[in-house]
């Protein structure tokens, strides 16, 4: 399966039914390793490759060197790949749709922070984006599957605790809206506030495991996707870690 249209069309599929769980990887080895274990689709974690590559995350990395790590990926798995794409790079929404598909993926996530002040881009011109982004790839007959990652509840982008909640609800009717598949409210680790995300959304969301939040609670929760991010890169370096100590101790 190797036609972008089909498969943008089955990872689009995946996010209705049965939940998706994607273990992010960070190279061509953790792909396949992800591919043999039957998982459906890949995605990366943009803090995995970026450390990989040398880089700090949040788009300290080279977008040619990011989307480089992403084409070895899809190359070496036949199922559907999606990028951590962070906020995009600064790329126009034609290149940046051009580029992403030069790589062999056929979804992204596409982050609400503003790299360069560090706080939240605007709800409404990231919409637009979003919605620029769709447009353009609705014009290569591709099309993408977008990921809206939604940053109010992380604790340094501004946002009162109080007001996570229903900002959130704000973004995520916007991205959604302006054509993204699936919003990813990162950060959310209460079930409660899970449960009204998913109730006031009412689209695809994205999850993440918690102490409130294994796998048969997000399920329970009807949470579509769910993201690990880096944390199967850390726990690989870890366990290198721990062997090279061992040779020295």
Known sequence: MTDPKTLAETLRGLHNGEMLVLPNVWDAASAEIVVAAGFPAIATASAAVSAMLGYPDGEGAPWREMFAA?????????????????????????????????????????????????????????????????????????????????????????????????????????????????????????????????TELGCPVNGNVGEELDLAALRELGVARVSYGPRFYRAALEGFRTAIGNLVG
């Open 70 to 198: 992403a084409a070895r990926i899809a190359r070496v798995v036949p199922v559907p790949v999606t990028v951590d794409a962070e906020a995009g790079y600064g790329l126009a929404p034609g290149e940046f749709v051009d580029r992403l598909l030069e790589t062999g993926a056929v979804g992204c996530n596409l982050e609400d922070t503003d790299h360069r002040s560090g706080g939240l881009a605007d709800a409404d011109a990231h919409a637009e984006r979003i919605a620029e982004i769709r447009s353009a790839a609705t014009g290569t007959g591709v099309p993408i599957v977008v990921n809206a990652r939604v940053d109010t509840f992380l604790g340094d982008r501004g946002i009162p605790e109080p007001d996570r909640l229903a900002e959130t609800v704000r973004r995520g009717r916007l991205y959604r809206e302006a054509g993204a598949d699936c919003v990813y409210p990162i950060g959310v680790r209460r079930r409660d506030d899970l449960a009204a995300l998913v």
